[in-house]
């Protein structure tokens, strides 16, 4: 007895000695220039505290660990010391092991084996807080073969007189289910009894469990429809209500009954409720429920209304997290219900001048939905305003591109005036260092190529381009803008007969600066210059003055040269052929031949607009086999001995 006591004093003086959590904390401070020379100290100290004999002093030590463990530090190696201390009949010692397990115990811990029988001690003591530690430690470090061994026991403990255990089981049981699904056939009667627990805080659990198992297979789920039906009609808990909610969502697809049914709960809901993230949740599962039975309920505008008017209280509202799922629910609703969403376009305006470029760029996408032809025009102005002022090249860049997408939906469904359009493209051709220039341009080519009646306002509009083009190419090696010379130039040697003074332009797609701009535009400037000679020659030959056609065909010959010294090889082929056509023009134009309608047929015919699935549409011709080989097969011999042949030369 004398010695019992006797070791016991000397356990407490070594214990007084000792350094706790505090000290090493405080130590680390005050050691910040050497603290990985202080740490491995205090590991030299712990290794020496953790072969003690004394429990306490092996906490100790475990708890210091616990906290270098989230300092980054490894502490693995005292995987089997933090047994010795889960293993403690002290619970303070019990619930330090436990933590410290959660924390650096995985799959590949090799002494996760020694756990097994220890766990299921502490699962069966008549200590509650003994399994509540073990089932909170467990849940961290749970794998498949203590998951296969600790089922039952976990399984029993649902069934539990406290609802201290009975809740933490449940959660458990989740965990058990994922690293052992075999486990689940068994345990659903006794979870599915859970969901009408006479214990609040129980009922909450089984729920999030069977919501969470619902999510990877609804259809195995659908028998539970009645009972949490009655949960969602006689529960208050929110955080409940919105899991159930949810659920709901993914089984109505599957039963479209459900869904008539859910439809009076859920507005009863969003009317009582001021609960936002519950009436978010109630309101995405109406607007699910009514697209998936928007074909056995002919009467339910009130209920869309009612959910767009809940949305527009979130979008108003300041917090930005509300309004971007606002906005997020809004988009849901404009796919199925437009007219709806559309009465409140001025919100959905208001919310392009909000800080948040994620709330802006949400906004835009509702706005592509919202347009209509009456109302086409007031949007792309007030995009256009906001465009000059937003601040970022890239916001501005998104601006633009959905400005062309919004008009260009559809093969242009909602564009009632083709001039307005022409000039918005022109005004977008404003905005510097955007990346869109070619977007722009294509657009301007689509346009004129279609839309034949816009051809005279569209050509006007590509010779002012034209004539601006300095302030375009100084930007060249800057942002892609002067992109749309490309399509100014195609345009008006295209459709040269709508040009009110070709000479002009000619003389500006001659200028010096023009062989700044990049190859391939300079390309098409060169063959369209080329179609702007023919016209003015035509009209020049007709009228009789000799004279201007000679002049104008020097002039030709004196700048066309400058693209010849291009860098592009096809823009100096094209050049360079320009040059050779114009010479012979001139030795011709000094024989006083006619050369007008040879020059012009070179580029005769006009270019109608193909859609892009037209080849199919033509007929294959009989006896014409796309598959068959247009020569013969070259057998196996001959291409052995063409390698042969290759190989020799080599």
Same mark, same amino acid.
């Given at each position: 007895?004398?010695?019992?006591?006797?070791?016991?004093?000397?356990?407490?003086?070594?214990?007084?000695?000792?350094?706790?959590?505090?000290?090493?904390?405080?130590?680390?401070?005050?050691?910040?220039?050497?603290?990985?020379?202080?740490?491995?100290?205090?590991?030299?100290?712990?290794?020496?505290?953790?072969?003690?004999?004394?429990?306490?002093?092996?906490?100790?030590?475990?708890?210091?660990?616990?906290?270098?463990?989230?300092?980054?530090?490894?502490?693995?190696?005292?995987?089997?010391?933090?047994?010795?201390?889960?293993?403690?009949?002290?619970?303070?010692?019990?619930?330090?092991?436990?933590?410290?397990?959660?924390?650096?115990?995985?799959?590949?811990?090799?002494?996760?084996?020694?756990?097994?029988?220890?766990?299921?001690?502490?699962?069966?003591?008549?200590?509650?807080?003994?399994?509540?530690?073990?089932?909170?430690?467990?849940?961290?470090?749970?794998?498949?073969?203590?998951?296969?061994?600790?089922?039952?026991?976990?399984?029993?403990?649902?069934?539990?007189?406290?609802?201290?255990?009975?809740?933490?089981?449940?959660?458990?049981?989740?965990?058990?289910?994922?690293?052992?699904?075999?486990?689940?056939?068994?345990?659903?009667?006794?979870?599915?009894?859970?969901?009408?627990?006479?214990?609040?805080?129980?009922?909450?659990?089984?729920?999030?469990?069977?919501?969470?198992?619902?999510?990877?297979?609804?259809?195995?789920?659908?028998?539970?429809?009645?009972?949490?039906?009655?949960?969602?009609?006689?529960?208050?808990?929110?955080?409940?209500?919105?899991?159930?909610?949810?659920?709901?969502?993914?089984?109505?697809?599957?039963?479209?009954?459900?869904?008539?049914?859910?439809?009076?709960?859920?507005?009863?809901?969003?009317?009582?409720?001021?609960?936002?993230?519950?009436?978010?949740?109630?309101?995405?599962?109406?607007?699910?429920?009514?697209?998936?039975?928007?074909?056995?309920?002919?009467?339910?505008?009130?209920?869309?209304?009612?959910?767009?008017?809940?949305?527009?209280?979130?979008?108003?509202?300041?917090?930005?997290?509300?309004?971007?799922?606002?906005?997020?629910?809004?988009?849901?609703?404009?796919?199925?219900?437009?007219?709806?969403?559309?009465?409140?376009?001025?919100?959905?305006?208001?919310?392009?001048?909000?800080?948040?470029?994620?709330?802006?760029?949400?906004?835009?996408?509702?706005?592509?939905?919202?347009?209509?032809?009456?109302?086409?025009?007031?949007?792309?102005?007030?995009?256009?305003?906001?465009?000059?002022?937003?601040?970022?090249?890239?916001?501005?860049?998104?601006?633009?591109?959905?400005?062309?997408?919004?008009?260009?939906?559809?093969?242009?469904?909602?564009?009632?005036?083709?001039?307005?359009?022409?000039?918005?493209?022109?005004?977008?051709?404003?905005?510097?260092?955007? +990346?869109?220039?070619?977007?722009?341009? &294509?657009?301007?080519?689509? $346009? !004129?190529?279609? *839309? =034949? @009646?816009?051809?005279?306002?569209?050509?006007?509009?590509?010779?002012?381009?034209?004539?601006?083009?300095?302030?375009?190419?100084?930007?060249?090696?800057?942002?892609?803008?002067?992109?749309?010379?490309?399509?100014?130039?195609?345009?008006?040697?295209?459709?040269?007969?709508?040009?009110?003074?070709?000479?002009?332009?000619?003389?500006?797609?001659?200028?010096?600066?023009?062989?700044?701009?990049?190859?391939?535009?300079?390309?098409?400037?060169?063959?369209?210059?080329?179609?702007?000679?023919?016209?003015?020659?035509?009209?020049?030959?007709?009228?009789?003055?000799?004279?201007?056609?000679?002049?104008?065909?020097?002039?030709?010959?004196?700048?066309?040269?400058?693209?010849?010294?291009?860098?592009?090889?096809?823009?100096?082929?094209?050049?360079?052929?320009?040059?050779?056509?114009? +010479?012979?023009?001139?030795?011709?134009? &000094?024989?006083?031949?006619? $050369? !007008?309608?040879? *020059? =012009? @047929?070179?580029?005769?015919?006009?270019?109608?607009?193909?859609?892009?699935?037209?080849?199919?549409?033509?007929?294959?011709?009989?006896?014409?086999?796309?598959?068959?080989?247009?020569?013969?097969?070259?057998?196996?011999?001959?291409?052995?001995?063409?390698?042969?042949?290759?190989?020799?030369?080599?």
């Amino acid at each position: 007895m004398a010695n019992v006591r006797f070791k016991k004093v000397k356990d407490n003086l070594e214990r007084l000695f000792d350094k706790n959590l505090t000290d090493m904390v405080r130590g680390i401070r005050n050691n910040k220039d050497n603290e990985g020379r202080f740490i491995a100290q205090v590991m030299d100290e712990i290794k020496v505290e953790l072969k003690q004999e004394n429990v306490a002093v092996k906490a100790n030590a475990v708890t210091k660990l616990c906290y270098l463990q989230m300092l980054s530090y490894d502490i693995s190696w005292a995987a089997f010391n933090i047994i010795e201390v889960m293993s403690s009949p002290k619970f303070t010692f019990k619930r330090i092991g436990y933590l410290a397990a959660a924390q650096c115990f995985h799959d590949g811990t090799d002494v996760m084996m020694l756990t097994t029988n220890m766990v299921r001690k502490d699962l069966n003591s008549s200590n509650m807080y003994d399994a509540g530690v073990a089932l909170a430690g467990l849940s961290c470090f749970l794998t498949c073969d203590l998951a296969r061994d600790l089922a039952n026991d976990i399984m029993t403990l649902m069934a539990s007189t406290k609802p201290y255990i009975r809740k933490k089981a449940i959660l458990v049981m989740y965990k058990v289910f994922l690293k052992y699904p075999d486990a689940l056939r068994p345990a659903f009667p006794r979870l599915k009894e859970k969901l009408e627990d006479p214990d609040p805080g129980v009922q909450s659990a089984a729920v999030n469990v069977i919501c969470e198992l619902a999510r990877r297979n609804p259809k195995n789920y659908l028998s539970l429809a009645p009972v949490f039906f009655k949960l969602m009609t006689s529960s208050t808990n929110n955080w409940m209500l919105i899991k159930i909610i949810k659920l709901f969502g993914a089984l109505t697809p599957l039963e479209p009954r459900l869904g008539k049914k859910l439809i009076e709960p859920l507005t009863n809901l969003i009317h009582s409720t001021s609960a936002m993230s519950l009436l978010y949740e109630c309101i995405n599962t109406v607007i699910a429920v009514l697209i998936s039975v928007s074909s056995g309920m002919p009467s339910h505008t009130a209920s869309i209304q009612l959910c767009v008017q809940k949305l527009r209280i979130l979008i108003e509202d300041s917090d930005q997290n509300l309004k971007y799922l606002g906005l997020l629910a809004m988009s849901k609703i404009l796919k199925t219900h437009p007219k709806s969403v559309q009465a409140h376009k001025d919100l959905i305006l208001s919310c392009l001048d909000d800080k948040d470029e994620s709330i802006r760029l949400r906004a835009l996408d509702l706005l592509y939905g919202m347009v209509s032809k009456k109302n086409l025009m007031e949007i792309v102005k007030k995009l256009m305003v906001h465009m000059e002022r937003a601040e970022g090249t890239m916001y501005r860049d998104e601006l633009l591109s959905k400005i062309i997408e919004i008009c260009q939906q559809n093969n242009y469904q909602f564009i009632t005036n083709f001039e307005w359009y022409v000039s918005v493209l022109v005004e977008l051709t404003r905005l510097e260092g955007t +990346k869109h220039g070619q977007l722009i341009a &294509g657009q301007m080519l689509d $346009v !004129a190529i279609r *839309v =034949q @009646a816009i051809r005279h306002f569209a050509v006007s509009q590509m010779a002012t381009l034209l004539e601006n083009a300095h302030v375009l190419v100084g930007n060249a090696q800057r942002n892609s803008i002067c992109e749309v010379l490309y399509a100014a130039a195609w345009i008006c040697g295209e459709f040269t007969e709508h040009l009110l003074d070709p000479q002009s332009t000619l003389k500006n797609m001659l200028r010096s600066k023009v062989t700044n701009l990049p190859g391939h535009i300079q390309a098409v400037y060169v063959q369209n210059i080329l179609k702007l000679y023919s016209s003015i020659l035509v009209k020049a030959e007709v009228e009789g003055d000799r004279q201007f056609i000679k002049d104008l065909t020097e002039m030709l010959v004196e700048k066309l040269p400058a693209f010849s010294q291009s860098s592009n090889l096809e823009v100096q082929e094209r050049a360079c052929s320009a040059i050779q056509m114009m +010479k012979y023009v001139v030795k011709l134009l &000094g024989k006083d031949v006619p $050369v !007008a309608e040879e *020059v =012009q @047929a070179l580029f005769a015919g006009e270019l109608n607009p193909v859609a892009p699935k037209a080849q199919k549409k033509v007929p294959v011709p009989e006896g014409l086999d796309l598959d068959a080989w247009i020569n013969e097969v070259p057998s196996s011999s001959s291409e052995e001995e063409e390698k042969e042949e290759g190989g020799a030369n080599s």
